[in-house]
Nanobody
Framework: QVQLVESGGGLVQAGGSLRLSCVAS????????VGWYRQAPGEQRELVAR???????NYADSVKGRFTISRDNAKNTVYLQMNSLKPEDTAAYYC???????????????WGQGTQVTVSS
């Protein structure tokens, strides 16, 4: 099986920083694009940042210049460095990855369980 596990969330004051990690494990052949999403209470889930297998990144306008997504392919891990955090960044953060599982022909999308980020003013 394949599993995604996020970590690194917590409570931080406005202006602070957090680094989220998303670790993939299981019968993995390759990991294609990975995205970090967030969902605040009563809101729709939104894409925050995305990184392709080749390292190309894109960001939501609301986080450009403050968040950085990166990946360590050797560790099957994607990070989200979040700086200059604002109260409006408060949400549950999820990673989503297109993963080719051993014994299958096409990548499938997997979600982690989420990690809570709370930014106090």
């Amino acid at each position: 099986q394949v599993q995604l596990v996020e970590s690194g969330g917590g409570l931080v004051q406005a202006g602070g920083s957090l680094r989220l990690s998303c670790v993939a494990s299981g019968s993995i052949v390759s990991i294609n694009a990975v995205g970090w999403y967030r969902q605040a209470p009563g809101e729709q889930r939104e894409l925050v940042a995305r990184i392709t297998s080749g390292g190309t990144t894109n960001y939501a306008d609301s986080v450009k210049g403050r968040f950085t997504i990166s990946r360590d392919n050797a560790k099957n891990t994607v990070y989200l460095q979040m700086n200059s955090l604002k109260p409006e960044d408060t949400a549950a953060y999820y990673c989503n990855a297109a993963i080719l599982k051993r014994g299958t022909a096409y990548p499938q999308l997997y979600w982690g369980q989420g990690t809570q980020v709370t930014v106090s003013s």
